[in-house]
């Protein structure tokens, strides 16, 4: 591409390509091997992060085997390539071309299966890519694992002069402990070119890493941007390798809360995904999962043995050994232990769910407690109510669901069952075992089976 200038000034565009096309037979999955979660975000979505804010266009994801299944999770955060047939990592390159040639004159280069590399590597590189005259400028590691990478070959003054993959490798290249980690930034209109000159391989493929060495021997001298912390290059190609950067990536996340102000009482055993928030000040106690979008406020206490699913907590909760999938907690609600709270579960400030108790499609208003093993299902609960051991709104008929309204201060008698639809009025109370089947006014006691009115309430009951 002509750069254009303006007052003397180059305008460079920078672009990326990732390449997700790759089927990852070591994998042995049905899935392809770039949407497996590391954190529970897929592999490709951590390399997307890692380049989308150093380039000026929407990343270009080469995508083939399962693509349908790739894209769904990336959706419109990436541009898309398609490599039908998945002929090497330099045939892949090759696949982005028309989507980006004459768009950008520096383009990056980076693999969907190495999701540790940081941003700040890629940022490295580029800068050495600057300061040299070579188009090509890579990156690699020194380590002890292998990992079936490439090895980096130098010459006696210490040039790069070729990537050796692992197949093709001598005995005395097996043995060089500079790995290439597969980060590359190329001058665009030479990277075009050069793909079409690479040689295939005894594999029957186009590799990228023959690049290199057709740089090399154009006279440049290629230089590689060398990665400190080897735990970058975890790219899994198996479920060993899939493990180890799991842990990893756990290990990032929980040292990036406890710098942001959260406790961890045991981080070996606290399980963050990549896509939660946690505020300041509060403690999260050992066996703890939080997984998805879920949001936790300030000063709060979780755990231990607690699971919490897309799920967003005020401040100031506390949670003890239970389960929480798609609910809401305003502040200051306690729950636990063992209660379960799944989609829809609303319990507003103040709310105190003890042992037991499960919530679905429900809202519990302010102060309202319910204290042991109770079932709540599509119900709209009052504020202050009291809701005695072993109620159940009896929400299914066998076929469709049905509501339980309580309005406020109620009290909800031990093991009372409201069979739904039904509504109980202000300030109602109903008698240990009541089973409700009618609607019952404000201000009035029912006891029974089936209930039926004692009495009206005076503001002395
Ligand atoms: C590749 C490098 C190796 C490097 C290692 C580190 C080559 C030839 N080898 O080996 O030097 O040390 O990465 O990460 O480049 N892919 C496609 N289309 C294809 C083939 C692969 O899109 O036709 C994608 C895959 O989805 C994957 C990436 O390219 O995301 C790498 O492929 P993979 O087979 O894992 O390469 P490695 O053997 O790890
Ligand atoms: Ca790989």
């Keep these: 591409?002509?750069?254009?200038?303006?007052?003397?000034?180059?305008?460079?565009?920078?672009?990326?390509?990732?390449?997700?096309?790759?089927?990852?037979?070591?994998?042995?999955?049905?899935?392809?091997?770039?949407?497996?979660?590391?954190?529970?975000?897929?592999?490709?979505?951590?390399?997307?992060?890692?380049?989308?804010?150093?380039?000026?266009?929407?990343?270009?994801?080469?995508?083939?085997?399962?693509?349908?299944?790739?894209?769904?999770?990336?959706?419109?955060?990436?541009?898309?390539?398609?490599?039908?047939?998945?002929?090497?990592?330099?045939?892949?390159?090759?696949?982005?071309?028309?989507?980006?040639?004459?768009?950008?004159?520096?383009?990056?280069?980076?693999?969907?299966?190495?999701?540790?590399?940081?941003?700040?590597?890629?940022?490295?590189?580029?800068?050495?890519?600057?300061?040299?005259?070579?188009?090509?400028?890579?990156?690699?590691?020194?380590?002890?694992?292998?990992?079936?990478?490439?090895?980096?070959?130098?010459?006696?003054?210490?040039?790069?002069?070729?990537?050796?993959?692992?197949?093709?490798?001598?005995?005395?290249?097996?043995?060089?402990?500079?790995?290439?980690?597969?980060?590359?930034?190329?001058?665009?209109?030479?990277?075009?070119?050069?793909?079409?000159?690479?040689?295939?391989?005894?594999?029957?493929?186009?590799?990228?890493?023959?690049?290199?060495?057709?740089?090399?021997?154009?006279?440049?001298?290629?230089?590689?941007?060398?990665?400190?912390?080897?735990?970058?290059?975890?790219?899994?190609?198996?479920?060993?390798?899939l493990a180890a950067a799991e842990k990893v990536m756990r290990q990032r996340i929980n040292q990036k809360w406890m710098l942001e102000g959260v406790t961890i009482i045991n981080p070996e055993v606290t399980y963050i995904e990549a896509g939660v928030q946690i505020g300041q000040d509060t403690v999260i106690y050992p066996n703890t999962y939080l997984r998805g979008s879920t949001v936790i406020g300030e000063g709060c206490e979780i755990g231990p043995d607690t699971t919490i699913i897309d799920t967003l907590i005020g401040n100031n909760v506390k949670i003890l050994a239970s389960v929480l999938e798609r609910a809401k907690l305003a502040d200051h609600v306690t729950m636990g232990p063992y209660c379960h709270l799944r989609k829809g579960a609303v319990l507003e400030e103040g709310v105190h769910l003890g042992n037991f108790g499960e919530v679905k499609d429900s809202t519990l208003g302010p102060d309202t407690k319910m204290g042991h093993f109770s079932y709540i299902g599509n119900a709209q609960i009052g504020k202050n109510v009291n809701i005695g051991a072993g109620t159940i709104t009896c929400n299914y008929d066998g076929e469709k669901k049905h509501p339980t309204e309580i309005g406020d201060d109620v009290f909800i008698g031990s093991d009372t069952m409201l069979v739904a639809p039904v509504k109980i009025g202000d300030r109602s109370k109903t008698g240990a075992g009541a089973v409700v089947t009618q609607d019952v006014p404000p201000d009035t006691l029912v006891i029974g089976v089936p209930a039926k009115e004692k009495r009206k309430l005076e503001k002395s009951d």
């Design 1 to 241: 591409m002509e750069n254009e200038t303006t007052e003397g000034y180059e305008i460079m565009t920078t672009a990326s390509i990732i390449l997700a096309a790759g089927e990852g037979t070591r994998m042995r999955s049905k899935l392809p091997k770039v949407v497996h979660p590391v954190a529970g975000k897929p592999m490709v979505w951590h390399t997307l992060k890692a380049v989308e804010a150093l380039v000026d266009l929407p990343p270009v994801l080469v995508v083939g085997f399962r693509a349908k299944t790739v894209m769904d999770e990336i959706g419109d955060q990436a541009s898309y390539a398609f490599q039908d047939e998945q002929l090497g990592t330099g045939h892949a390159v090759a696949c982005a071309r028309t989507a980006l040639e004459g768009k950008a004159d520096t383009v990056l280069v980076t693999f969907a299966d190495m999701p540790l590399l940081r941003k700040e590597s890629v940022q490295g590189m580029m800068a050495l890519h600057k300061k040299g005259d070579s188009p090509v400028t890579m990156t690699s590691y020194i380590g002890e694992e292998a990992r079936g990478f490439g090895r980096v070959v130098r010459d006696s003054a210490g040039h790069v002069i070729a990537i050796v993959e692992q197949a093709d490798a001598t005995p005395e290249q097996l043995a060089i402990r500079e790995y290439n980690l597969s980060a590359y930034c190329f001058d665009a209109e030479w990277l075009w070119e050069a793909l079409m000159r690479i040689p295939i391989s005894s594999k029957g493929e186009y590799y990228l890493t023959d690049v290199v060495s057709l740089a090399v021997n154009e006279g440049y001298q290629v230089e590689s941007f060398m990665v400190e912390d080897p735990d970058e290059a975890i790219g899994p190609n198996n479920r060993v390798h």
